[in-house]
């Protein structure tokens, strides 16, 4: 019966990456006037949670990245976004890639190393520590006069 609705084990996963992606880009466009906030990270962080072991397989290492590319993808607007509306406009589009292509691969470090359970922490905690060490951190370091930065306190509830 397996062939009454798939072609091969490819398509089958295949169909559900779709359905987590879907989920995924559902959970953003909801956000889509707020660029990246810590409820936008938490929503998108319980999407992965309820689906853990199909996100430690498509995350892992040696796995095809095609997935989490997509992924990336998607958040690289909203990354851009806030970034434009909260003072980082003066970089060029070459450092705006670059400064993106750093916090997606830190941020997909620690994703990858929650999703493995290398990190006992909730998913509030992971998405408060995103947001402080990426998107903060770049506003300080690339503002030509430094704002002061709000105080994110990070507690593990």
Request: hydrophobic share 40%; charged share 20%.
């Amino acid at each position: 019966t397996f062939y009454n609705y798939y072609c091969d084990a490819y398509d089958l996963l295949a169909q559900i990456e779709e359905e987590l992606y879907s989920a995924l880009y559902e959970t953003t466009v909801r956000f889509e006037t707020d660029g990246i906030t810590g409820e936008l990270l938490e929503k998108l962080l319980a999407v992965i949670e309820e689906n853990r072991d199909l996100c430690h397989v498509l995350f892992n290492i040696n796995s095809d990245k095609t997935f989490l590319n997509k992924l990336l993808e998607l958040t690289k607007e909203f990354a851009f976004r806030y970034w434009a509306e909260h003072n980082v406009n003066n970089l060029s589009q070459t450092q705006l890639n670059l400064l993106y292509s750093f916090f997606a691969n830190g941020a997909v470090g620690l994703l990858c190393n929650w999703i493995a359970g290398e990190h006992d922490v909730t998913k509030e905690y992971l998405a408060k520590t995103i947001l402080a060490l990426g998107i903060k951190g770049a506003e300080y370091f690339f503002n030509e006069q430094p704002a002061t930065l709000p105080v994110i306190k990070i507690t593990n509830t």
